[in-house]
């Protein structure tokens, strides 16, 4: 098994390759602003990747995109700025992107607001596991795009929903580095946070390895808003997976 630096430096060098790749892409309206949190937020990244980027876990799970007041702030998947900081440890600078929505304004670890689905996703983690490390000794979590897309009126839009001239190329890019990323933590399943990343992780895998989905936190799901963690704890045991 490749040593943990070892396998967080070729990650390192993955998202490095992953950043430039998918800042050469345009998009036209409605999408009139595109945040990259791999920029932006790179050193929170890299301190992501450093600490918690290790082979041989049981599960990766995988999101689809950055959501504004998660990973958009902190660089990290579901990055709740409460639950990075204070349980994980991560701090870091997070510069403002060049063309910063107005509604949708970068402040890093300070922050003021919740991201509903990463407050119960790392939530959980936290609640289940003794620490961090012991969380990323079974799994790991990671997006499928690491882009964030928003229209005028600062209105969220999700890759699904791109023209197919325009999400072609992105599909293609954030497939290779999902399955190079797979290929490199070596997890014993896949497993997609929602549909969507679901469906991704299959196409981009096929019969390669096992995959499996749990139910998206997100707040817009009227499933998760009757209790997403048993829901979620009962999928990832039905699938072998520590809760």
């Known amino acids: 098994m490749p040593s ?54 049981d599960a990766v ?26 349980w994980m440890g991560i701090e870091a600078e997070i510069e403002v992107p060049e063309n910063e929505h107005p509604k949708r304004p970068v402040k890093g670890f300070a922050s003021e607001r919740s991201e509903v689905s990463g407050r119960r996703l790392w939530g959980w983690a936290s609640e289940r596991f003794a620490n961090p490390d012991e969380f990323f000794d079974h799994y790991f979590v990671w997006n499928w795009c690491p882009l964030s897309f928003m229209e ?35 997890p014993r399943m896949v497993c997609g946070v929602g549909a969507f990343a679901t469906s991704r992780s299959k196409k981009v895998l096929g019969d390669a390895r096992p995959v499996g989905t749990v139910l998206h936190p997100s707040p817009a799901s009227p499933i998760a808003n009757r209790g997403w963690q048993p829901q979620a704890e009962a999928q990832l045991s039905a699938l072998g997976l520590p809760t």
Request: proline residues 8%; charged residues 20%; negative net charge.
């Open 4 to 57: 943990r630096p070892s396998v967080a430096s070729a990650a390192s060098s993955l998202v490095s390759e992953l950043r430039s790749s998918v800042d050469r892409l345009s998009f036209a309206e409605p999408v009139t602003h595109v945040y990259n949190p791999l920029d932006h937020a790179a050193a929170a990244v890299e301190q992501y990747l450093q600490r918690f980027c290790r082979s041989g876990v």
């Open 61 to 86: 799970l995988v999101g689809m995109n950055p959501g504004p007041w998660g990973m958009v702030q902190t660089g990290v998947p579901f990055g709740e700025v409460s639950l990075v900081r204070d």
């Open 152 to 186: 005028s009126g600062g209105r969220n839009r999700t890759p699904d929903k791109l023209p197919a001239a325009e999400r072609a190329p992105l599909e293609a890019l954030c497939d290779e580095a999902l399955a190079a990323m797979i290929e490199l933590v070596d």
